[in-house]
């Protein structure tokens, strides 16, 4: 499978094994390889050919199936309609997270876009280190600020804040599939699956948030227990067949 793990999430490994192998046997069992990134995916014959690239090292993986699990991001400013310039101090809440867990504050006020749990996390967290935090249910019409935001607007209401927070929608991060030509260049594009979460190539499949995106991650566990199941049989239908 190729994805990556939440925040919250235990780590296990920071990089991979200095005797990593360079193929897998599909037989052998899972194996994990954390801190590394896929940076590409081709046809073998028979399988998939993984490419891998880590901070020291790349390797090469042989699979008879992949499984693509890269998630999603938050919806930067770029990719939105809000009217101003574009200061510092406008960012999602992965990067938020990030900053308040190196021990620094994102700014002294914070208005945060979001409405549901992952939101409220965030804010607890805001509050919690003393930032002034300033809930916004839609994101604003318009900001105001040259080097640094000065306040944001949503609708006639000018909000004073040094900081916007966006946390409020993930979109589907399935850019290793363009290579593929299964999704464009689009931003956000989910990975175009079937109902049994096959892409329209054999041996390819995809879960989680890179075909549905969800802040929360509600349903991305159980997606992902319903589709290793089907994986499994059908890797075992293809074993038998060639038995």
Request: aromatic share 2%.
């Amino acid at each position: 499978g190729l994805g990556g793990a939440r925040r919250d999430a235990p780590a296990v490994s920071t990089a991979p094994a200095a005797d990593a192998p360079s193929a897998l046997d599909p037989g052998g069992g899972p194996a994990w390889l954390l801190g590394a990134t896929v940076v590409g995916l081709s046809p073998a014959d028979p399988g998939w050919r993984v490419l891998v690239q880590s901070s020291t090292d790349s390797l090469e993986l042989l699979a008879a199936a992949v499984v693509v699990a890269t998630g999603g991001y938050v919806e930067p400013r770029a990719h939105r309609s809000i009217a101003g310039p574009r200061p510092a101090g406008i960012m999602t809440a992965d990067l938020a997270w990030r900053v308040l867990d190196a021990g620094l504050l994102p700014g002294r006020v914070v208005a945060l876009v979001g409405a549901d749990g992952v939101a409220a996390d965030l804010t607890r967290a805001l509050v919690d280190a003393g930032v002034r935090v300033e809930r916004l249910a839609a994101v604003p019409d318009e900001v105001r600020g040259e080097a640094r935001l000065e306040a944001v607007r949503v609708g006639p209401r000018w909000i004073v804040a040094d900081t916007l927070v966006l946390a409020d929608r993930l979109v589907a991060q399935a850019i290793l599939l363009r290579g593929l030509g299964l999704v464009d260049g689009r931003p956000g594009m989910p990975a175009p699956v079937d109902d049994d979460g096959r892409l329209p190539l054999e041996g390819l499949w995809a879960v989680g948030c890179c075909v549905e995106p969800d802040l929360a991650h509600r349903a991305c566990a159980e997606q992902g227990r319903r589709i290793g199941r089907r994986i499994a049989a059908s890797l075992g239908q293809r074993t038998a067949a060639r038995a």
